[in-house]
């Protein structure tokens, strides 16, 4: 009878039974899925939701669900996220941060002030201010005899535990609403999300009607963040930023953090992450502190964009007021949106109704930046959000750069591309571990890497303006010698050629009564 088995799994140098040996054969080479490059990572402050662990969501409403509403705080993780999704970004990893003071919200069911006992009660399943929407409702359940609690929270489905008999006696009874919170009633009506139960001193006491009733005392815990709190720590336990390891974040934001003695830390992150930063200076700061405090941070790194603090305006809907922001979730929704190779430079930006160097939009007045200003922010790895563009008469980030001196990687496209590329090789080339290193492995990575920047060549991610080849791989026994090999190490040398960003563009013209043109035929 035929044996089947899988290429490499049978060692056919030492076949001993004569017989037919089938083996199914795969493709050598892999290809490589480029990684995203649209999700926000967001390290902030919030009045709901698990502490220090990172949550994934793409929409408002989710944002609510999970975080609870925003906030007028500084450091408030809704506010970069709400302007973000203005630019149209759609996909965030939120990382709630406190000061350790938070507090659930609590409710003591049918309390007895004389005795001070309760039968049952009830805790917010997280921390936080919103805990405090929490309604609930012990009334009539739909089988006669029976009583149902119901609660609820806004924005969130309310939660319905139906048919709680009393047959067995008040504690029974006491004992089975507990349950059903904690461990569901079936597989369509599970544990309930918002809220925890237990056992109170007075579970003998018979259940009465309670309609409209809250939780209370729900603390945020947010008085004591700093700008350290949100950059959090890379122990066993990861807090703030350091939770976003490992989420496969393009961007990364810490909701107005303002304080330059981060940048290093930042950045350093984001090198290790391949996460481009995004941060900004304090609200109505000037070029030249701005410029000294670039030079007193001594941060030089392709991984860190600096926005100007020159703060924006934008209505925020949900509070109804309008509000002084930093600039940094804005830039981060606009590069969310946006191809790799192309950077935030004269890309516009939505959802602004003025700036403080500006004023509102609705005075009509028009203060704008001088180019001896802008060559003073760019120069020193500054960024800004200002009109007009070079396009016309709209808010768009006017430089495009990161904090980097380098004029050569200086550009929000070469941290992109940079990053696209490094994530993309590092999730897919491991399947190549292990592998016996021959003719045909060379082959392989050769085939895998040569035909992923194919690819990006032909997306126009990757190119040169002639046309011509933007990228070559050496994977062989040119720069894999036997000595190497000997010792386990291989080797693949990958070259690839950005597209140049049109920054300045020269147009030069030649007009007069006594110039003649020729025209083209």
Not at 411 to 427: K, L, P, Q
């Amino acid at each position: 009878m035929a044996t089947i088995s899988q290429s490499g799994e049978l060692n056919t140098a030492s076949l001993s039974v004569p017989d037919l040996y089938v083996q199914i054969q795969t493709a050598g080479a892999t290809s490589l899925a480029g990684v995203g490059t649209n999700t926000i990572g967001v390290v902030g402050t919030a009045s709901w939701g698990p502490v220090n662990a990172p949550c994934t969501f793409g929409t408002s409403q989710e944002r609510f669900v999970l975080f609870g509403p925003m906030q007028q705080t500084s450091y408030d993780l809704a506010t970069p996220v709400s302007v973000a999704i203005v630019q149209g970004a759609s996909s965030f990893v939120g990382v709630r941060v406190t000061d350790g003071t938070d507090v659930a919200a609590t409710y003591a069911l049918q309390y007895d002030i004389t005795s001070s006992s309760y039968p049952m009660m009830l805790s917010a399943a997280y921390t936080g201010s919103a805990g405090n929407t929490i309604s609930v409702a012990l009334t009539a359940g739909s089988a006669p005899g029976t009583w149902k609690l119901v609660v609820q929270m806004p924005n969130a489905v309310p939660e319905s535990f139906d048919n709680l008999s009393t047959e067995g006696g008040n504690a029974s009874f006491w004992a089975a609403v507990v349950a059903a919170i904690n461990s569901g009633q079936s597989a369509t009506r599970g544990p309930s999300t918002l809220v925890v139960a237990s056992l109170g001193t007075g579970t003998s006491v018979s259940p009465t009607v309670i309609t409209d009733q809250y939780l209370m005392n729900g603390s945020d815990g947010t008085s004591g963040v700093t700008a350290a709190t949100l950059i959090g720590s890379d122990d066993l336990k990861r807090t703030g930023m350091y939770a976003l390891r490992g989420q496969k974040c393009s961007l990364g934001v810490l909701a107005g953090v303002t304080d330059a003695t981060t940048w290093s830390t930042q950045a350093s992150f984001g090198v290790q992450e391949g996460v481009y930063m995004i941060t900004s200076g304090p609200s109505g700061d000037t070029i030249n502190n701005a410029v000294s405090t670039r030079t007193s941070a001594g941060v030089d790194s392709y991984a860190l964009k600096v926005m100007f603090g020159d703060w924006l305006y934008w209505y925020d809907t949900e509070n109804a007021v309008t509000r002084l922001v930093p600039a940094q979730g804005f830039v981060a929704g606009c590069l969310s949106c946006l191809s790799p190779q192309l950077p935030s430079l004269n890309k516009q930006i939505y959802g602004v109704i003025g700036s403080q160097k500006s004023g509102l939009t609705s005075t009509g007045q028009v203060t704008t930046y001088s180019s001896a200003e802008l060559t003073s922010l760019f120069q020193n790895g500054l960024d800004v959000v200002c009109n007009p563009a070079p396009g016309g008469s709209y808010w768009c980030v006017r430089g495009g750069f990161n904090v980097s001196s380098n004029a050569e990687i200086d550009g929000d496209e070469y941290t992109r591309v940079t990053n696209f590329i490094a994530g993309t090789v590092a999730s897919g080339m491991g399947v190549y571990v292990g592998q016996p290193i021959s003719s045909t492995l060379f082959s392989n990575i050769d085939a895998t890497l040569t035909g992923f920047l194919s690819d990006l060549q032909s997306q126009g991610i990757i190119g040169t303006a002639s046309g011509n080849a933007a990228y070559s791989v050496t994977c062989s026994t040119k720069n894999n010698p036997q000595s190497r090999i000997a010792l386990g190490y291989l080797q693949a040398d990958v070259s690839v050629t950005y597209f140049g960003v049109n920054r300045k563009f020269i147009l030069n013209i030649n007009g007069g009564a006594d110039v003649t043109v020729t025209a083209n035929t």
